[in-house]
């Protein structure tokens, strides 16, 4: 439900405020904890999905821009990336 969401994030706002009471160094490390939780649930994925390596380097190194919107969606994202 979105009230939880809501709460979550209120929450998670005020433990950030409160870290930076114990400097800035405890907040570097949370910030360095969430990333790695992401990239942890990143390659746990990954594993569950099981692709091909090399497909994955060709894609990488080599984009395509396949299917209709493709086009609109990459630069909805470089504009998503840059703006901030």
């Given amino acids: ?8 994030t209120g929450l998670s706002t005020l ?3 409160a870290l ?4 800035v160094r405890k907040l570097e490390f949370l910030i360095a904890f ?3 939780t992401i ?3 990143f390659f746990v994925e990954l594993s569950y999905a099981n692709p ?3 497909e994955v380097l060709h894609g990488l190194f080599v984009p ?4 209709n919107g493709a086009t609109g969606l990459a630069i909805s994202l470089l ?5 901030p």
């Fill in 20 to 23: 930076q009471q114990y400097g």
């Fill in 64 to 67: 395509q821009l396949k299917g």
């Fill in 52 to 54: 091909v390596a090399s």
């Fill in 79 to 83: 504009g998503a990336m840059v703006m």
């Fill in 34 to 36: 969430l990333v790695l």
């Fill in 39 to 41: 990239a942890v649930c």
């Fill in 1 to 8: 439900p979105v009230w939880i969401g809501v709460l979550l």
């Fill in 15 to 17: 433990v950030l405020l």
